[in-house]
């Protein structure tokens, strides 16, 4: 038996596995330290940290306005979620109420970055080495891409979309854009049957599994949870933003299986699911400003406040407390990357070394949302 690190990304080991260029596990860094016996994985250590990004700390010396400037780095697939779960965590601190538009917008803008990031994760798989197509063949990429577009558009970000402001938007959507985001609707649905037979061909049936207990025990969130059978969704179970007014489109699929396969399975058919959800938002979106009108210092009255929002891989949260200044007292950020590294102690043994990448990646980690 051999105790090894295995290293993604740059981080140094004695094994350095390679997750391709498209496989968001595979930016950063994360150690693992595993006893090998055979060419079998017996245990796992993450050992997460070394891209360490002080998230929290660079927030609590911002006032709350650049805070959401910031909000969006540790998830960088999912920049817009961030920056909601913060923005309406400092707006129950004010007691500030957006305007619907505003609140449908977000929904929205939600949504197209849930999808997104969703077609990344499963891109990222179906080219993992040494089985997987070559990037420019991937099919989901150019779906993600469509929907990609669509938020460049209105924020004029690709990555760090930067819209959200503490009242609202910054501003509204440009003419034709309802339109823009149903044509990639359309891309993202003509794609997905592609997406999938390409995951299956990289990812095995049986690998890594998860039971329910161990997805609940570990705080795992998301594909990940809802693949081993925990039926839990926060834009079904604590309502946010719009959620609420289009509850008869929303659906929350599962599976019992808890591997690998079952996860990515679960991602793409949530995508597919949500599709007529973001098509019945598009369809009630209000009239009206996008934004209210704030004090030129913005200073939250004593007290905390904890919100949750559901991003592509899981339950993403942020505690503030005010003690009465115009910069937070202290800010937790919840992330569902964190939680999933920590799963893999459990879901990595009894892994082949020849399938442990895609064991890692389909625990759906992002190293800043990890190391935040």
Not at 73 to 85: G, I, K, Q
Not at 151 to 174: C, F, K, W, Y
Not at 298 to 325: I, L
Request: net charge negative; with cysteine; glycine share 8%.
């Amino acid at each position: 038996m051999t105790e090894v690190t295995v290293g993604i990304g740059m981080a140094p080991a004695d094994i350095t596995l390679d997750l391709g260029d498209l496989h968001p596990s595979g930016h950063g860094a994360l150690r693992i330290t595993c006893r090998i016996d055979d060419d079998i994985v017996v245990s796992a250590d993450p050992r997460p940290g070394l891209l360490h990004r002080g998230t929290e700390k660079l927030l609590e010396v911002r006032d709350y306005r650049q805070a959401l400037m910031l909000a969006n780095r540790h998830d960088w697939l999912s920049a817009v979620t961030s920056e909601v779960a913060l923005a309406l965590a400092v707006e129950e601190l004010l007691g500030l109420e957006p305007p619907p538009r505003a609140v449908w917008l977000r929904t929205i803008l939600c949504e197209i970055n849930r999808a997104a990031a969703a077609l990344m994760h499963a891109a990222g798989a179906a080219a993992l080495p040494p089985r997987g197509l070559a990037p420019a063949d991937v099919p989901g990429v150019r779906a993600r891409e469509a929907l990609q577009r669509t938020l460049e558009e209105i924020s004029g970000g690709r990555v760090h979309a930067m819209i959200t402001r503490i009242g609202g938007l910054a501003h509204d959507a440009p003419d034709g854009w309802q339109s823009e985001v149903e044509q990639a609707v359309a891309v993202v649905r003509d794609e997905l049957p592609a997406l999938r037979d390409a995951v299956a061909r990289t990812i095995p049936a049986d690998l890594a599994p998860l039971t329910r207990e161990q997805a609940i025990a570990f705080g795992t969130s998301g594909p990940i949870a809802r693949a081993s059978g925990v039926d839990m969704d926060a834009r079904r179970d604590a309502p946010y933003l719009a959620y609420a007014e289009v509850s008869a489109e929303l659906r929350v699929l599962t599976a019992d299986a808890g591997d690998a396969r079952s996860r990515y399975d679960v991602l793409l058919d949530q995508v597919e699911a949500d599709l007529p959800l973001l098509l019945a938002l598009l369809e009630g979106i209000p009239t009206g400003p996008v934004n209210v009108t704030l004090p030129k210092v913005v200073r939250a009255p004593e007290g905390a406040a904890y919100s949750v929002v559901e991003s592509a891989t899981g339950r993403s949260g942020a505690y503030v407390v005010s003690v009465g200044e115009t910069t937070p007292w202290r800010v937790r950020l919840r992330t569902p990357s964190y939680a999933h590294a920590q799963a893999m102690q459990v879901g990595l043994p009894g892994t082949p070394l020849v399938e442990l990448a895609g064991a890692i990646g389909s625990f759906m980690c992002v190293a800043g949302d990890t190391d935040h």
